[in-house]
């Protein structure tokens, strides 16, 4: 299928030939009839990507904050190639549109193939042929509402929560200032709402839609347009002033929130809609004690996985209007005539033009407000209706460039391998290292989401690409698979792939409960098939292996002390939902506890835990069969630039420090010996998946035992069982 992206580094824009996403449970696949291009938000990104990287770093300031903090713990060279990696990659446009569903997940029974729906979601409803949407964030169309005037849903629930933050009520008088797309749907609400509006906007054209959508005045916000329209409010208001203003004008002008200071009235609301500079002048917004409100996106529910992905829906008695129910009122609205978005319609052009588009709307020679992209089906929904996606356009062949051959992966003693998930940790610290095995070919990358797998594919090689997990664990010619998705469908995806016959490497944890690992010891025993490896990266560290040779055997037992500074999570990170995805701890314990097991040789005898008040930190003390001890602090409070992993090991008169995998000394009778790591951090990935792809090839033991592997992750899964019950866990 077809889909509009673009590269952030290069400020490529192009339609690429995708994969079709799979249906996923909870959610619907759409075909898209039109996609609405928003002129504000999408061309911000579009200049954004033909920036250069200094450019790219003035304009998003929050990203190189997060750059500084990872160089503090990673180092420069990891930080980079991490960056990089980011920047370089299709990312995809578009976030409302109209479609006909095709087919119909497990939870969204509540839409049937052939419904005709608007959906929204910058992740999901995309420029492209076919999306999957979450139910939460698709709504039917009502009979009467055609379809180039339901794509513009998204956009119009996004106006009308602007609307809401401001609760105007009748016979009020507000000024709109910034008449593109959002402040024209804006205007068209308040009309509808019995409210008076006046408009702003520096394009007179514009402002002569405002009027013509009901506007009682409009003009440009220089000096004599400023004034008429100060005059204007002053004359309908009997000198109070706007009750509201709404700032839905982008840019780095300052003007429109000094505008909204003058044009006020004492008291008055003042709702920011549009990325709009907020250099608020004190004494004007202090002395008229001016209520300044921010509009998130389409409504309550917006940036909650909960409400967006599993589609937990917030009760009407305490959230009136959701997301959802912001989309259904617009549709609804359209549906009555009380708003008409027919005169934003400016241009409607094929999908397969949309580089051509995009380039003349940033250039500036195709003026106008609202622009729809077409699909090639889109003249016949009917039929659209009858013919679902077909299931093998989920799976495609890699495109061939001019000059290349693909390694074949039949040679002699090569291993083909099949991907199952390639996200940021995928993409960066284990494929650049296979794609340079000589041992090793990659041949099928799954991921859920179509760009992702080209991603994959055209950074890395793979032969072919789907969004069919199935289409990896079945393939014949796959001889290993990597499991590298989120830790809920860890166990599932071992499981399957043992049962197939591959060998396995599935990043941690293996299981998520004690009920995971006893159905993957099933699957071994009635498959025979024990060949699993755990992303336990860190016993392979060149650092490490180096220090342990160094400090030398040990007759007794030796004290570790392992301090990991986690550090805060974005407030969007999957890792919060601890209902699907086990706690923190959980899922990355296991690196930490296989490090200490490396260290001492053998696996932990039992396991005592405590946190503090907040559950912001733990601490978790372990008991070895010969008298040794660790303690683990895995603190997530502390502070972003400080080093994230320190060890320190005590015994037989020796003591030995790692600290963050850049630096490794050994105290002893004969002094003190460092060595470091000046190419930055080496955590191990690369001599990890190099002895993993060396032991399929040859058929060898696994790098990891599988008895320290579950030993490991049952002594993971101790920690939280501690947590519970405040005593020490026996394994």
Known sequence: MKQVAQNYRSGELTVLDVPVPSCKPGGVLVRSLFSLISTGTEMMKVTEARLSLLGKARARPDQVKKVLDSMAQQGPVATYKKAINTLDSYTPLGYSLCGVVVEVGAGAEEFAVGDLVAAAGNEFALHAELNWVPRNLCVRVPDGVAPEHAAFATVGAIAMQGVRRSEPQLGELACVIGLGLIGQLV???????????????????????????????????DGEGAAALERAIAAATGGLGADHVFLAAGGDSNGPVELASRIARDRARVVDIGKTKLDLPWNAYYEKELDVRFSRSYGPGRYDDRYELEGVDYPAGYVRWTERRNLECFLQL???????????????????????????????????????????????QAQLAAAPAPAHARTMAAPRQAGTSPRTGTDSGTVRLGFIGAGAYASSMLLPHLAKLPGATLGTVATTRSLSAVNAQRKFGFRALTTDASSVLDDPAIDAVFVVTRHHSHADFVCRALEAGKAVFVEKPLALTAEQVDRVLETVDRTGNDRIMVGFNRRFAPLFTDLRRRFGPTAGPVSVRYLVNAGQLSSGSWYLNEEQEGSRFLGEGGHFIDTVGAWIGSAPVEVTAFQTGDGADLQATLRYADGSLATLTYATDGNARFPKETIDVSGAGRNARLDNFTRATVWSRSGKDVKRSYAGQDKGQRAEVAAFVEAVRTGGPMPIALDSLVSTTLATIAVEESLTTGGPVKL
Do not use: N, W
């Open 334 to 380: 359209l549906a009555a005539g009380s708003v008409d978005v027919g005169a934003l319609v400016s241009g409607t052009h094929p999908v397969a033009d949309a580089e051509s588009v995009y380039g003349q709307l940033r250039d500036g020679s195709l003026k106008g407000i609202g622009f729809l992209f077409e699909y090639p089906e889109a003249a016949d």
């Open 187 to 221: 205007v068209r609400l308040l009309v509808a709402s019995g409210v008076r509006v006046v408009g702003v906007d520096t394009v007179p054209a514009r402002c002569g839609m405002a009027e013509e959508a009901g506007a009682i005045a409009s003009g440009t916000p």
